[in-house]
C-alpha cells in the first residue's frame, strides 16, 4: 500500500492524505452521482463512510439440485484419511483481510481463537490422532505435505479436516502470517464438472505424526457456565409460562450497604438482545476504532493482555450456542469503584462508570474486584506505526503505559450530542446518541438509551420478561441488561461446544 501513495517532490515524503483522497474519488466515480468531489468529500467525513444502493440479482432454485447430493462420495470416519476443507471466516473471508490488524485480533467467534488460523477436527478425529488443542500436526497430501497447529472443534465432522484460508499479503506485513503450510497449496486443482468451479474438498490429507505444540491466542478461558447463568436461552413454551416481571427486577436484593445514586437529568443504560447476535465481532472492531483501542499482537494475547474493550463470548445453555457481548457493565454499584485508592474510577451522574485517565495509578485493584473482567490494563505503551495514526479518533484520549482502561459507552459521543441539542435549544431525542457497537451492530441487538425516558426504546426492552442481569446476585445493580435468546420449542439440542 505504500508504494502507492503519492511522492511529495519538496520534502519526499509521502502524502497520505492525497493518496486517500484519490482512493475516495475512484469510489466517487465508480458508485455516486455526486458531481463535485468536495461535496462528495464532505458528505463521506460527515457520514463516516459511503454505502452505495445494493444491486438486486434476479435468482432461482434448480428443480434438479437434489439430485446433484446423490452423486457425492461421501467418505467414512473409519478410514485413516480426511478431506482438507478450506473455510472461510469471518474475520478473514476468503483470505483478503489478513493484512487488518483489528481482524487479526478479533476472535474467531466460533473458537475465539486470535491471531492464530488452526485446523479445527473433530473430538473423534483427536482421539484417533491422539492430540489435543494446541499440538502441531503433520499432514501428507497428494502434493507434499501440511504442516500446522490444530484445534479440537465440537460439531466438525468426522471425515473433515477444517482450515480457514488467508495467506500473508504486502499490507501490514508485520501483522501477517507465515505462508507455509496454507491450505490452497494442497488442494488437488480439479475442476468440479457440475459448476466448473474450482474443486475445494477433492484433497485428501492423512495423519503423519505430532511434531510439537504451541500455545494459541485463545481469547475466552472456558466455555462452561458453571450454573451461573451467563448466557441464557429459553423455549417458546417455557416463555409463556414465566412471569411478568422480568428476570433483573425478580433477582434484584431488597436491602444493600450502598447508598443510592441519583440521576436527575439522563440514566444511560443498554440492552442487548441474545436472540439477534449473530457473533460476528462489528461491535468489538467498531469499539476498537472508535476509542483508539491499540492492537496488542499474538504474544500480549496469548499472555491474556488484550485491550479489546468489548468481546464476543460463546456458551451453552439448554442445549444451543448463545452469544453474549460482554462490555463494562456500568454498575450502579461498581465493585471497581470502592477499591480504587485515587478516585481514578467513579459513578456519574448520568449513570456512567466514568474512568479518569489522569488520576490511575495502574493498582488493577478495580481489575481484580470486577467480576465481569471487563477492565484493561497498559501493559506498554502501544504507537501506530505511520501513517496508521492518522485514524485516530481526534475526540478520545490516547492511553499510555500503566493506565486502566474499559468501556465508557462512547461518552464522547454523548457529549457531542448534549450540546447539539444545547445549542438547538431542545431536549435529547432517543435514538441520537448511538454507541459504536450499536451503529455497527448488523441485527440491531444493542439498544441504547436513557432510562429516565419512559418512551425511550430501551426502557421499553427493560420490561422485556427476556431480561436479566448477568451476576444480579451479586447486587451490583448493572446499567446493560441483556434479553435471553428464544429457542424453538423442537430446535436441535447440542451437548457441548
Not at 478473514?92 to 478479533?106: A, I, K, V
Not at 459521543?413 to 457497537?437: F, M, Q, S, V
Request: hydrophobic share 35%.
Amino acid at each position: 500500500m505504500l508504494a502507492a501513495l503519492s511522492d511529495d517532490s519538496e520534502s519526499g515524503e509521502l502524502d497520505y492524505e492525497q493518496f486517500l483522497r484519490e482512493q475516495w474519488d475512484q469510489i466517487r466515480l465508480k458508485t455516486s452521482d455526486v458531481g463535485s468531489f468536495d461535496a462528495f468529500w464532505e458528505q463521506v467525513l460527515v457520514e463516516g463512510g459511503h454505502w452505495a444502493e445494493p444491486k438486486v440479482r434476479e435468482i432461482a432454485l434448480s428443480e434438479t439440485a437434489d439430485l446433484v447430493m446423490k452423486e457425492v462420495d461421501i467418505p467414512t470416519a473409519e478410514s485413516e484419511q480426511r478431506v482438507m476443507l478450506p473455510i472461510t471466516t469471518v474475520r478473514h473471508g476468503d483470505g483478503r483481510h489478513t493484512g487488518r490488524s483489528w481482524l487479526n485480533e478479533l476472535p474467531d467467534p466460533i473458537t475465539t481463537v486470535a491471531w492464530d488460523r488452526p485446523m479445527l477436527i473433530s473430538p473423534n478425529t483427536a482421539k484417533q490422532w491422539k492430540c489435543r488443542s494446541g499440538d502441531v500436526l503433520l499432514l501428507e497430501t497428494h502434493k507434499g505435505t501440511l504442516k500446522a497447529p490444530v484445534y479440537v472443534q465440537a460439531g466438525t465432522h468426522d471425515t473433515v479436516v477444517a482450515i480457514p484460508v488467508g495467506a500473508a499479503s504486502e499490507e501490514c506485513i508485520a501483522y501477517n502470517f507465515s505462508s507455509e503450510g496454507h491450505p490452497l497449496h494442497g488442494l488437488a486443482g480439479g475442476i468440479d464438472d457440475r459448476t466448473g468451479a474450482r474443486s475445494w474438498t477433492s484433497a485428501a490429507v492423512t495423519f503423519k505424526a505430532n511434531v510439537g505444540r504451541v500455545k494459541l491466542a485463545r481469547i475466552q478461558g472456558g466455555d462452561r457456565q458453571e450454573k451461573r447463568g451467563i448466557a441464557r436461552a429459553v423455549t417458546l413454551k417455557d416463555l409463556q409460562k414465566e412471569q411478568e416481571q422480568p428476570y433483573w427486577r425478580q433477582e434484584a436484593h431488597a436491602h444493600d450497604l450502598y447508598p443510592t445514586h441519583e440521576h436527575p437529568v439522563h440514566d444511560w443504560a443498554m440492552v442487548i438482545d441474545l436472540s439477534a447476535c449473530i457473533g460476528c465481532g462489528a461491535c468489538a472492531v467498531a469499539c476498537q476504532a472508535e476509542n483508539n483501542v491499540a492492537v496488542v499482537g499474538r504474544d500480549q494475547c496469548t499472555l491474556g493482555r488484550e485491550l479489546s474493550w468489548l468481546r464476543i463470548e460463546r456458551f451453552l445453555d439448554k442445549g444451543t450456542l448463545v452469544f453474549l457481548p460482554m462490555l463494562c457493565q456500568h454498575c450502579e454499584h461498581a465493585p471497581c469503584e470502592t477499591v480504587c485508592p485515587v478516585y481514578a474510577s467513579l459513578h456519574s451522574s448520568e449513570g456512567l462508570n466514568q474512568q479518569v485517565y489522569n488520576r490511575c495509578v495502574g493498582t488493577r485493584y478495580c481489575a481484580n474486584n470486577c467480576p465481569y473482567k471487563v477492565r484493561r490494563f497498559n501493559w506498554y505503551t502501544y504507537k501506530a506505526k505511520p501513517p496508521l495514526e492518522k485514524q485516530y479518533n481526534p475526540d478520545v484520549y490516547v492511553r499510555s503505559r500503566g493506565i486502566m482502561e474499559k468501556c465508557t459507552f462512547c461518552v464522547q459521543r454523548i457529549r457531542e450530542y448534549a450540546h447539539i441539542a444545547k445549542d438547538e435549544g431542545r431536549k435529547l431525542r432517543d435514538g441520537e446518541i448511538r454507541p459504536a457497537c450499536e451503529q455497527s451492530c448488523p441485527t440491531r441487538a444493542f439498544a441504547f438509551g436513557d432510562l429516565n425516558d419512559p418512551d425511550s426504546r430501551v426502557s421499553a426492552l427493560m420490561n422485556d420478561r427476556r431480561a436479566y442481569a448477568i451476576f444480579a446476585e451479586l447486587n451490583t445493580q448493572p446499567s446493560v441488561v441483556y434479553l435471553k435468546r428464544v429457542m424453538h420449542d423442537d430446535a436441535t439440542k447440542i451437548d457441548r461446544l
